[in-house]
């Protein structure tokens, strides 16, 4: 299958759309998360929507963050390889499947909970804002 071209510019077609997702992407990245869950979570959620252009340059993204290629073609799997992601990763990714295919039954508590306790900083209370 070979590279198509580009159709279509957001940044060019909705400047807006693209600063506000520019300033998701900035955001994310000021919170001390690391750069490999991050790259997880995009593939993982590229993954669900079917987004072939976004794979690749999420993968490409992770191999030069120096990602395990085994971690990334065990990814769509990852409950049945637990064992080659943290336990931050399985929250995330467990919210990543949840929030990307919210409109078919939201965000269970369960999800919620596990994320709270995975991210929580020890001095806060579970579900504390920052």
């Known amino acids: 299958m070979g590279e ?5 510019s957001i ?16 955001m994310v990245h000021s919170r ?9 979570v995009k593939i993982r959620a590229s993954q669900l929507n079917g987004c072939a252009y976004c794979l690749s340059m999420h993968h490409h993204e992770a191999r030069r963050d ?7 073609d065990m990814l769509s799997a990852w ?9 931050q990763e399985q929250a995330a990714l467990r919210l990543t499947e949840e929030m990307t295919l919210i409109g078919e039954h939201g965000v269970c508590d369960e ?3 596990a994320v709270t306790d995975a991210f929580s900083c020890p001095d806060e209370a579970p ?3 920052p």
């Open 4 to 8: 198509h071209a580009q159709r279509l």
């Open 11 to 26: 940044q060019d077609s909705a400047p807006d759309a693209y600063a506000a997702v520019l300033g998701l992407e900035r």
């Open 32 to 40: 001390g998360l690391a750069s490999r869950l991050i790259n997880l």
């Open 66 to 72: 120096g990602e395990k290629q085994s971690r990334l």
């Open 79 to 87: 409950r049945e390889a637990e064992f080659l992601y943290t336990e």
């Open 111 to 113: 999800v919620w909970d």
């Open 127 to 129: 579900g504390a804002s």
